[in-house]
C-alpha cells in the first residue's frame, strides 16, 4: 500500500530536487526575490556588473554554487547546510571585516553578502548571495558540516541499508559530498571530535562504533582499501 509516510517523503524529495535546480526566466528571478526579500533591479545594483571575478573550480563538492549573470546579476547564489549550533559562527565569518550595511547584508567595498536560512533535516540550509569569492573559500571549511547521521536520521540506526525519500536525499546530495570531501585522516579527526560531543547524550560506545562503521563503509576509498 502507498503509506501517507511514503508521499510525505516523495514530496519532500521532489521539493528537495527543485531547490536551486536550474530554472530560467521569471521563475529563477521569483525565487530569489523570494528568498531574499529584494526585487531583481535591487540586486542588480547591488551587484555592479563586472564585479565579480571567474567562477571557483577549487570549492569542494558540498558548496552549491551558481552564477547568476544570466539573469543579470553578478553573483553567486551558494547554498551550505550547516548544524544548528555552529550558526552563530557562520555568521560571524560572514561578518567579519565587513561592514552591516543592512540586516543580514554585509558588504567590504564593492564586495557584497545577503544570507538567510531555513530549517531541515535537523540542520540549517545557509543560503548567500555573494560576490565574495574569498568569503565563499572560508565558508568551505569542514568545520562547517551538515548534522551528522545521528542526528538527522537517527530513527534509522547506524546501518543504512536501503535508502528512499527524505534520506534518501539528504544523505546522496548533502552528507556523502561533505564526507567524501574529508581526507581519511580528517575523518578520523571529524569522528574524534564528535564522539566528545556524543558523550554528553549518553550514546553507548558500543552504539558510536557501528554509527562509525556505518560512516567509513559509506566511502569508497574505505570500502576499496
Not at 514530496?11 to 526585487?39: C, M
Not at 553578478?74 to 560571524?92: D, G, H, K, N, P
Not at 585522516?185 to 560531543?197: C, G, N, T
Request: aromatic fraction near 10%; include cysteine.
Amino acid at each position: 500500500m502507498f503509506s501517507l509516510q511514503r508521499m510525505i517523503d516523495d514530496i519532500g524529495r521532489k521539493r528537495q530536487e527543485r531547490r536551486f535546480a536550474s530554472t530560467s526566466g521569471n521563475r529563477q528571478i521569483e525565487a530569489i526575490e523570494h528568498v531574499f526579500g529584494l526585487d531583481i533591479d535591487k540586486l542588480k545594483k547591488t551587484f555592479v556588473e563586472g564585479g565579480i571575478p571567474a567562477m571557483p573550480g577549487d570549492l569542494p563538492a558540498y558548496i552549491a554554487l551558481r552564477d547568476l549573470g544570466d539573469i543579470g546579476v553578478t553573483a553567486f547564489l551558494v547554498r551550505q547546510t550547516i548544524e544548528v549550533t555552529q550558526l552563530q559562527s557562520y555568521i560571524m565569518t560572514i561578518r567579519d571585516g565587513r561592514d552591516e550595511t543592512d540586516w543580514q547584508h554585509n558588504s567590504q567595498g564593492d564586495l557584497h553578502t545577503l544570507v538567510r536560512h531555513d530549517r531541515e533535516f535537523a540542520g540549517l540550509n545557509m543560503q548567500l548571495l555573494t560576490n565574495d569569492v574569498a568569503l565563499i573559500r572560508r565558508l568551505a571549511s569542514p568545520g562547517f558540516n551538515p548534522p551528522c547521521p545521528w542526528v538527522a536520521f537517527h530513527e534509522l540506526g547506524p546501518t543504512v541499508g536501503s535508502l528512499q525519500g527524505n534520506a534518501e536525499y539528504w544523505y546522496h546530495h548533502i552528507w556523502d559530498p561533505y564526507w567524501e570531501a574529508l581526507s581519511l585522516d580528517d575523518q578520523s579527526e571529524f569522528l574524534e571530535r564528535k564522539r566528545r560531543e556524543t558523550v554528553a547524550a549518553d550514546m553507548s560506545e558500543g552504539e558510536w562504533l557501528q554509527w562509525v562503521d556505518g560512516l567509513r563503509f559509506r566511502d569508497p576509498r574505505t570500502r576499496s582499501s
